[in-house]
């Protein structure tokens, strides 16, 4: 097997036609894996890690988080844009049309070597949160799926979190503690410069944050509806987070605690991870390699 595509055909922007035109763009040797259930794209990975010349994923965050929780840190991996945001691929600079995308990677000479997350033991590619972020994906979830079996797109997950901020009545208090560092209401941990995108727009929780280096962590102490305005300000554009009185801010880090006050929801890459008491962020450098665009 000289190279693999791993398709998920419940992803958003996955179809038949579009399908049909990343392999078209990709190496005539690419063998093609759909998968149907969650966790299968880990194992698939895992499974292949070593015996192909490159790994392609078509799919969204969803997908791409469980292929880098199965990879090893050789096989070059070529991460397709499929998904309603895909976050990862974007922040990494491939083009945001699938096909595109397949092209410049099938033709890509060059790799990269980028650095990886974990949480509680559980890698992540771009980000993770504990809080706020996470009830909203989670909220997001238990609308379902749309009819054509795929997860609602952006309106919604804006909507849903303006929903979410409604029933804490728009005033959020001090629920964990960043070990060390002080306490927040909820926390934003990045391994890259982009945490998620609204339509063309790439949303910072710490611009400074890069695949390269450490974690970085924006925890706000507290949010009240004036400070909404300010909080939206922050997620375009480029304000020094290292110098807010109102956040606990972490740059770099190769390790970051979390204790909460309950159990709170905890999210990775968008993926709705549960309820924890006790978070540990592990920074997990050089860890995998991708193709560059």
Known sequence: MARLLIANPWASGVDEDRLAHVREALPANTELRLTSARGEATDIAREVSGQVEALYVFGGDGTFNEVLNGIDGATPLGLIPGGGTSVLPRALGVPRGSAAAARRLAGSVRSRRIGLGRVNGRRFGFACGVGLDAEIVRAVDELGR???????????????????????????????????????????????????YAGPVALHASPTATFEGGLDLVAPVSVRARDIPRIARYAVGRSDRATARDLVFLHDANRIEIVCDRPLPLQADGEDLGDVEHAVFEAERDAVTVLAP
């Open 146 to 196: 749309r009819s054509d079996g795929r997860r609602p797109g952006n309106v919604v997950f804006a909507w849903t979190g303006i929903r979410t901020l409604a029933r804490h009545r728009y005033r959020l208090e001090p629920t964990l503690d960043v070990t060390g560092h002080g306490r927040a209401a909820f926390a934003l941990v990045s391994n890259g410069p982009s945490y998620s």
